[in-house]
């Protein structure tokens, strides 16, 4: 069983950087891929990226390429995003997720998912 804990989250402006953590309680997360994803109000939830964990691959939707960046930290079990340049359009509840062996952008191909944490990006 995995579980993930997102965090993180808040209020901030245009153009500011926000850190997304998912902390995984797991023993190893080796065959793992971990994913972000996003939900806006009213809207379907959309791939932001993914990472392999044993690999360190990443994968990213275009409309964050360059802006957001996703890592991991081993030791820690711990899944990041790094979000710079926010844009009010990346409003949205952001998860963390998780699979097995190869990134998907499909939010149904993830089995664990995080509870979620709210970014709002004023204009």
């Known amino acids: 069983q995995v579980q993930l804990v997102d965090s993180g989250g808040g209020l901030v402006q245009a153009g500011d950087s926000l850190r997304l953590s998912c902390a995984a309680s797991v023993r190893t997360f080796d065959n793992y891929v971990l994913g972000w994803f996003r939900q806006a109000p009213g809207q379907e939830r959309e791939f932001v990226g993914a990472?392999?964990?044993?690999?360190?691959?990443?994968s990213y939707a275009d409309s964050v390429k360059g802006r957001f960046t996703i890592s991991r930290d081993n030791a820690k079990n711990t899944l990041y995003l790094q979000m710079n340049n926010l844009k009010p359009e990346d409003t949205a509840v952001y998860c963390c997720?998780?699979?097995?062996?190869?990134?998907?952008?499909?939010?149904?191909?993830?089995?664990?998912w995080g509870q979620g944490t709210q970014v709002t990006v004023s204009s």
């Open positions: 990472i392999t964990w044993a690999a360190g691959r990443t």
């Open positions: 997720a998780a699979k097995f062996v190869s990134i998907s952008t499909r939010d149904s191909d993830y089995r664990y």
